[in-house]
């Protein structure tokens, strides 16, 4: 018989051929799981004692033959009469299939998935197929059908000893490295793996005098049976862990596993894994697979599992994903949305029994799993409600606490004037040591937070509770972090803070960034000197390097504040040494600059009440002139100042040893620092 394929196949065929060319390889996996399930067809039968021949042997058989280019695909499954060929080969008509190709024509997958069209795909990788099938039902017939990619085809009845199925592919000159065995060993690997019937492909080998030989024994490349489809009470943790290893032979040992397996509304089973990375966000390589039915699907699951949870390793089986995945149907698919908030869901309850159960556990691994959890945090809400009952903080001291616990930890010492809860955290124990150490002699505890996502998080927090404050200890004087009453500011003049300012700015290396000059009582036996860095700006910047559209903050130039303590002693001292050096000769500017400013004053006073061209022009020049030299006379003074700072050792000393205490001072400036430190001892 010859004859034409229902008349829609005519669009079809090439939209699967110039759409699916950059996949072509799920051909195989079609190919395969017709063949499981037919032989899972036949078993039903036989169990519904429908059939009566034998089943205890089913597989399916992979065979190349180089010779003749074909790749075969065989089964002992229920077989097709020519009445089948013809039903469910040759019409592949479907009402309203004009119109849903318009919609996908760019989704192949789509199409393939939606129309069961699975078989068809085989033409991509063939000039020719061909079907070899003998149905259970006893006609005693075997058909063979024949198709070069063409709608036309010819089927005719032919001779075969077993029920089953053959399919033919005559491999197409770009497909022959589907004749190589490695080509088709990885394909099988990837799309086969965990199929429910054995598939066999060639012999086992053996090394066998110097090279590899067959030995009798089938290669069955699939486990028919993994660990995800039986019960959790049947599994132990070596089982889990065996299964991931399965999975990804390459990995460390994971940290946690959590067992799915709902029923109702939708199905879905499937073993997810925390695993255990290697260094902070190492790129993923294993990722969650994907399975319809033990069949895989893909490996990239986005869409499907919340985004934070893709880092998680293992896999999902759902009869009610489509085999076919494509995107823009994932995305509007009701179940696919229920599956993601459902995994959420139960990721969060199994971290959550962890902690309940097993909160040493959970302590232990908690620096391998804080990544996953934080960033699940900032990007699932109904997680961070669950999670923020088990997330931790990591003290300086490293002490785990949670969010409750913490919070009655600092309650009573860290509580502002203003009523904010102020949480104190470190990004680095060395560099911050000193700032850690001030804060820890004032009785306050200081967080670690210096992963990656440190800074998100703690914005997060803050939104969350608007009554808590997050500052790293080196923003600000410890005094002014968690400000208990104001400040004594009174012991220095603002004529004296005015003069020491450009003697410390002549002393700041002009690499470093900006520096303000902040005056602040520290006490006595407070540092003389302390470098602190804007809690907001620095923030800001750390945000910038990891999200578009603020770069603007990123460019800004790193800016400090030199906090000088007004009641230290060798800050006076310093005061002291520029009297004496200065003394006179700032006297003379000063009472210059008053002089001239009691005339601007008068100058200005005769203004008063004037429009602009009732001023005679006399005075408005005289009153150019006077500013102009009360300017001048200014810039004289800050150009003493910053002249005798520049070579006074006791400021370039103070201001350095605020720069090393902050790992700041580097490279030529480290040297001259030694050196004059030298000198100072001698
Ligand atoms: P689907 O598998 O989604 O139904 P396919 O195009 O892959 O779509 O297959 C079409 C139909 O052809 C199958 O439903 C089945 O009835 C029949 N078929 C394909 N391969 C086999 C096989 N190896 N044995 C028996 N029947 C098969
Ligand atoms: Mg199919």
Redesign the pocket.
Known sequence: MKGKIGVTSENLFPIIKKFLYSDHDIFLR??V???V???Q?LKTLASAGKYSGEITDLKVRITVDKEQKTLK?S?N????TSD??E???NQ?AFSGADEFLKKYKNDANAI??H???????SFMVSEEVE?I?KSYKKTGKAVRWVCDGSPEFTMEDTVKDSV??D?IMHLNADSLEFLEESRISELLNKYCKFLPVPVVFGKKKEWKDGKYEDTEEDNQINDVAPAWTKKPVDLKEEDYNNFYHQLYPMADDPLFNIHLNVDYPFNLTGILYFPKLKNNFEVQKNKIQLYSNQVFVTDSVEGIVPEFLTLLHGVLDSPDIP?NVSRSYLQNDSNVRKISAHITKKVADRLQEIFRDNRSELEEKWNDLKLFIEYGMLTDDKFYEKAIKFFFFTNTDKKLFTWDEYKALIEPSQTDKNNKLVYLYATNLESQFSFIEAAKNKGYDVLLMDDVLATPLLNHFEQKYPESHFVRVDSDVIEKLVAKEDLDQAHLTSEEKNELSPIFQSVIPKDQGQFIIDFQNLGENGLPMIITQNEFMRRMKDMSKMQSGMSFYGEMPDSYNLVVNLSHPLVKKVLDQKNSALGNELAGIQSEISTLSEQKKSLEKLKEGKKEEEVPQEEKDLLAETREKITKAEAGKREKLEQFGSNNQLAGELVDLALLANNMLKGEALSNFVKRSIELIK
């Open positions: 079609e190919i799981s017709n063949a399930d037919a032989t067809k695909v089964d499954g229920i077989g097709m089948e060929v039903k469910y080969i592949i393939i998935g129309f069961g069209l699975g078989f068809y795909s079907i099938s089953g199925t399919i085999l």
